[in-house]
């Protein structure tokens, strides 16, 4: 990877391992190669961390805002999705992803 964001996307990855020494080892040594790879990766991992629905909703919100979304207003988003019963263990998710995040 060349470009900034590669190097951004890569670093968000490494995050998400929290320290865990062995994990981040392994994806470096079997880090994708480009973006669009990259951010599949990212996403498959997100996915497995929070919900497979909710990475898929969240980023869908993302993709649809012209000018992006504050984290207050994807959270309100996504409890009218998900409704009361549901609310509060979603909510927290994207609270906690959003605060493990570098792109916030």
Known sequence: GESPLYLLAACEVLVLFGGVY???TA???DVEPDVPSLFAQLLGLLEKDHSEALVRKTMSLV???PSGLMELE???LLEREWGES???TKCSEVD???SQS???
Request: net charge negative.
């Open 86 to 88: 549901d609310q509060q």
């Open 74 to 76: 994807m959270i309100e």
């Open 102 to 104: 570098n792109f916030s």
């Open 63 to 65: 993709a649809c805002s």
């Open 27 to 29: 994806f470096i040594r």
């Open 22 to 24: 062995e994990r981040m």
């Open 96 to 98: 906690d992803a959003a």
